[in-house]
């Protein structure tokens, strides 16, 4: 089946550690997002990326980073410069970019700092 | 103030009533979603509609560009359909998803 893996689904990392986020698609979809989603806010957008080899920032980058070296995989890296990485981050693809196709979304991944 | 807005933020219904969940944007948009999260926190599309009406089993979405609303549906709800939704607007500036903070909705047998 088709569809969206988020791995982990919880993680909990130290101060001062790096943690990476693991998302991976087979739905063939050249457009994939991170979103982050903090309770009693609407989803917020890290990165995202309409085709390999580029992203582009979105609402709240700082402190994360990303790459697209294959259009399957789009991994997020929660560096040691995030202020407050305590959330829930969601990763989504749709077929192409413009955010006018249907979105589909993985589990979500639940990071918390201790 | 938020440029998407959703009411009511929560919502407890009996099985069987018919819902509706509000969705106010104050920005231009190309598309609107209405998504589905779980508890678990997984996230599904119900809808993406520009104009009109759409309706999917017990579902309807509807939007009024001019009005600038969008309107989630549910008749006969079933417990099943506890979940949060949330509606998401294409437009403002970047033509970026704008999402609202979701509706909590529990339905009670």
């Known amino acids: 089946d088709g569809g969206i893996t988020q791995s982990p689904k919880y993680l909990f990392r130290k101060e001062g550690q790096n943690v990476t986020l693991s998302c991976e698609q087979n739905l063939n979809h050249d457009a994939m997002y991170w979103y982050r989603q903090d309770p009693g806010q609407g989803l917020r957008l890290i990165y995202y990326s309409q085709i390999v080899n580029d992203f582009q920032k979105g609402d709240i980058a700082e402190g994360y980073s990303v790459s697209r070296e294959k259009k399957e995989s789009f991994p997020l890296t929660v560096t040691s410069a995030q202020k407050n990485p305590t959330a829930f981050y969601l990763c989504?693809?749709?077929?192409?970019?413009?955010?006018?196709?249907?979105?589909?979304f993985g589990e979500g991944s639940r990071l918390t700092v201790l | 103030k938020n440029e998407v807005e959703q009411s009511p933020q929560n919502l407890t219904a009996q099985e069987g009533e018919f819902i509706t969940i509000n969705c106010s944007y104050s920005v231009g948009i190309s598309a609107l979603h209405w998504l589905q999260q779980h508890p678990g926190g997984g996230i599904v599309s119900l809808f993406m509609l520009s104009s009109g009406k759409k309706k999917h089993g017990r579902l309807i979405a509807t939007i009024n560009i001019q009005e600038k609303h969008s309107s989630l549906h549910i008749t006969a709800s079933h417990p099943r359909d506890s979940a949060v939704y949330i509606c998401a607007a294409v437009g403002g500036a970047t033509n970026k998803l704008i999402f609202g903070t979701g509706t909590l909705l529990a339905v009670q047998p």
């Open positions: 989504a693809s749709s077929i192409s970019g413009g955010d006018t196709g249907e979105l589909f």
